[in-house]
RNA sequence: GGCGCCGUAGCCAAGUGGUAAGGCAGAGGACUGCAAAUCCUUUAUCCCCGGUUCGAAUCCGGGCGGCGCCUCCA
């Protein structure tokens, strides 16, 4: 069954074919590592894992590469200063560039293994690749697409004729609302940096020396030039968030079809839409994030959150709540206890009972993505009285492989599986009290011990507790 | 000012022309001494108005409302 991906660059769902037969090369942007990455940000993670997995059901051999943004990434309150995020975080917090690099790359990678993602084939930081950023902007150069003012080496626009087509831009109108002011000197409002300049006044940590001057590099040339080192300069697919689209991307393609005379530089553009949360706001710039940690903390575990996130499709806003996230928790633990449960399951599956969901699900994944159908088919399957529990386990096992709720190694939750002398002593007081029809005595311990938050599952084998 | 997205049950959401997926919550039932857990059953005509059509949540026009981008953001 082949994919069917929606492009933005066509504004259509489009079949997917590679290139090179057999084998997807997927470029997503990652990260820029000056703040917390919120769970906003690893949306985009779980989006472009789950066009990974897509790929690798449909049984592509994929090339994934993630990029880190720590350098050249400029902050919106001063642009003509050229504040860099990570020197900013850095001077913020008292640390180096490259600590604060560290540490919320850490982060973002534990973070989005906690989530289930794949590990990418090779995650390149636009600081180890200065050298292939500079090879690009003299090849823009040699080629007359740059110009060099007081401020930068920037590229100019106006001479690729195709510039607005990607975004569907209308440029003057752009222009005309944009909210801030243009760097001194810029041929067209659409231009960008490829090379800063560093100024004698101002210290940086990250600079290096460059045919033009000493400086850093715009943030848009990094993706062109890593995804040109290990994907080559004509690949499958490029994602990142709708964010990207009118600026970062719209750069990205200008320079690249540009440098490398492809076109289209890269076949299909995905892009997902945001997390929405309401009144609260989680825009880095507003401080208010809400990360992975902070959704243990209420209890909502990782791959709960995956759930939340598959149950809508990614070129959807999702409004994130507190209340919808626990209840969407319920809904995978519940969905956990029972895959666990059927692990147990034996004898073999029926292929022929199992096709027709086998293929409902392939077709909800194929048809851009579509997990909300998926996770129904899921549903279905645990329920449909056409099924035995060997299909249903082998099935859920496969639909796992897509989906990453960590299904296929569900286990079946060990109830008392810590001793407690004293509790279990209280559970037997409890029963010597039920068969004695002393229900007053039995409820007691009960609800003291729910009041401690020990639970008591009364099962057909007798009492079990475990702790909330 | 420009561009784009969205508005489906209490909540999160699928569905893009043929008569409303799924999850959570709620209700009823089974089980239980009572609960919890579990299981079964059940709950909407799709923001409003007009149009096209044999037929629209789905297409068109006009409202109202929410969100995003154009500036760092996934």
Same mark, same amino acid.
């Given at each position: 069954?082949?994919?069917?991906?929606?492009?933005?660059?066509?504004?259509?769902?489009?079949?997917?074919?590679?290139?090179?037969?057999?084998?997807?090369?997927?470029?997503?942007?990652?990260?820029?590592?000056?703040?917390?990455?919120?769970?906003?940000?690893?949306?985009?993670?779980?989006?472009?894992?789950?066009?990974?997995?897509?790929?690798?059901?449909?049984?592509?051999?994929?090339?994934?590469?993630?990029?880190?943004?720590?350098?050249?990434?400029?902050? %919106?309150?001063?642009?003509?200063?050229?504040? *860099?995020?990570?020197?900013?975080?850095?001077?913020?917090?008292?640390?180096?560039?490259?600590?604060?690099?560290?540490?919320?790359?850490?982060?973002?990678?534990?973070?989005?293994?906690?989530?289930?993602?794949?590990?990418?084939?090779?995650?390149?930081?636009?600081?180890?690749?200065?050298?292939?950023?500079?090879?690009?902007?003299?090849?823009?150069?040699?080629?007359?697409?740059?110009? @060099?003012?007081?401020?930068?080496?920037?590229?100019?626009?106006?001479?690729? *004729?195709?510039?607005?087509?990607?975004?569907?831009?209308?440029?003057?109108?752009?222009?005309?609302?944009?909210?801030?002011?243009?760097?001194?000197?810029?041929?067209?409002?659409? *231009?960008?940096?490829?090379?800063?300049?560093?100024?004698?006044?101002?210290?940086?940590?990250?600079?290096?020396?460059?045919?033009?001057?000493?400086?850093?590099?715009?943030?848009?040339?990094?993706?062109?030039?890593?995804?040109?080192?290990?994907?080559?300069?004509?690949?499958?697919?490029?994602?990142?968030?709708?964010?990207?689209?009118?600026?970062?991307?719209?750069?990205?393609?200008?320079?690249?079809?540009?440098?490398?005379?492809?076109?289209?530089?890269?076949?299909?553009?995905? %892009?997902?839409?945001?997390?929405?949360?309401?009144?609260?706001?989680?825009?880095?710039?507003?401080?208010?994030?809400?990360?992975?940690?902070?959704?243990?903390?209420?209890?909502?575990?990782?791959?709960?959150?995956?759930?939340?996130?598959?149950?809508?499709?990614?070129?959807?806003?999702?409004?994130?709540?507190?209340?919808?996230?626990?209840?969407?928790?319920?809904?995978?633990?519940?969905?956990?206890?029972?895959?666990?449960?059927?692990?147990?399951?034996?004898?073999?599956?029926?292929?022929?009972?199992?096709?027709?969901?086998?293929? @409902?699900?392939?077709?909800?994944?194929?048809?851009?993505?579509?997990?909300?159908?998926?996770?129904?088919?899921?549903?279905?399957?645990?329920?449909?009285?056409?099924?035995?529990?060997?299909?249903?386990?082998?099935?859920?096992?496969?639909?796992?492989?897509?989906?990453?709720?960590?299904?296929?190694?569900?286990?079946?939750?060990?109830?008392?599986?810590?001793?407690?002398?004293?509790?279990?002593?209280?559970?037997?007081?409890?029963?010597?009290?039920?068969?004695?029809?002393?229900?007053?005595?039995?409820?007691?311990?009960?609800?003291?011990?729910?009041?401690?938050?020990?639970?008591?599952?009364?099962?057909?084998?007798?009492?079990?507790?475990?702790?909330?």
């Amino acid at each position: 069954m082949s994919l069917v991906l929606y492009d933005t660059r066509m504004r259509s769902k489009v079949p997917f074919a590679p290139i090179e037969p057999g084998h997807a090369r997927v470029y997503t942007c990652g990260p820029t590592v000056y703040a917390p990455q919120h769970i906003g940000n690893m949306r985009s993670q779980l989006f472009a894992d789950t066009l990974k997995r897509a790929l690798l059901a449909d049984g592509l051999r994929v090339t994934h590469v993630i990029n880190i943004t720590d350098v050249g990434h400029l902050t %919106h309150d001063d642009v003509d200063q050229g504040e *860099d995020k990570m020197e900013a975080a850095a001077e913020k917090s008292g640390r180096t560039a490259a600590e604060v690099a560290a540490e919320y790359t850490e982060q973002w990678r534990v973070d989005r293994e906690r989530l289930g993602c794949l590990p990418p084939e090779v995650l390149c930081k636009a600081t180890d690749h200065i050298a292939e950023q500079l090879v690009l902007i003299g090849e823009l150069e040699e080629r007359g697409y740059t110009y @060099r003012i007081e401020d930068g080496v920037y590229f100019d626009t106006a001479k690729f *004729d195709r510039y607005a087509e990607f975004a569907g831009l209308d440029l003057a109108a752009e222009a005309e609302g944009a909210r801030i002011a243009a760097v001194e000197g810029k041929r067209n409002p659409s *231009d960008f940096a490829l090379w800063k300049f560093a100024e004698a006044s101002v210290v940086r940590q990250q600079e290096w020396d460059s045919p033009w001057g000493r400086g850093f590099p715009g943030w848009h040339v990094e993706c062109s030039a890593m995804s040109r080192r290990y994907l080559g300069e004509h690949f499958d697919i490029h994602t990142g968030g709708v964010d990207h689209i009118k600026v970062h991307h719209t750069n990205e393609v200008a320079q690249s079809e540009c440098a490398f005379a492809e076109t289209p530089w890269v076949n299909v553009w995905m %892009h997902n839409e945001f997390l929405t949360f309401g009144e609260e706001k989680i825009s880095k710039s507003k401080g208010h994030v809400l990360a992975v940690a902070d959704l243990i903390e209420q209890g909502i575990e990782p791959l709960a959150f995956r759930y939340f996130i598959l149950q809508a499709h990614y070129r959807q806003q999702q409004a994130f709540t507190v209340e919808a996230a626990q209840a969407a928790a319920t809904g995978y633990r519940r969905l956990l206890a029972q895959a666990a449960e059927l692990r147990g399951a034996t004898g073999a599956a029926d292929p022929a009972r199992c096709e027709p969901f086998e293929s @409902r699900f392939r077709a909800a994944m194929a048809d851009d993505l579509n997990t909300p159908r998926a996770l129904a088919v899921v549903f279905d399957v645990l329920k449909s009285d056409a099924l035995e529990p060997a299909d249903r386990r082998d099935l859920l096992t496969e639909f796992d492989a897509s989906l990453g709720l960590g299904l296929a190694d569900a286990e079946v939750a060990d109830l008392a599986q810590e001793s407690d002398p004293r509790i279990d002593a209280l559970l037997e007081e409890r029963q010597a009290a039920r068969k004695n029809r002393d229900f007053a005595t039995a409820d007691r311990i009960r609800d003291e011990l729910a009041a401690e938050g020990v639970e008591i599952i009364d099962t057909p084998e007798g009492p079990r507790w475990q702790r909330k």
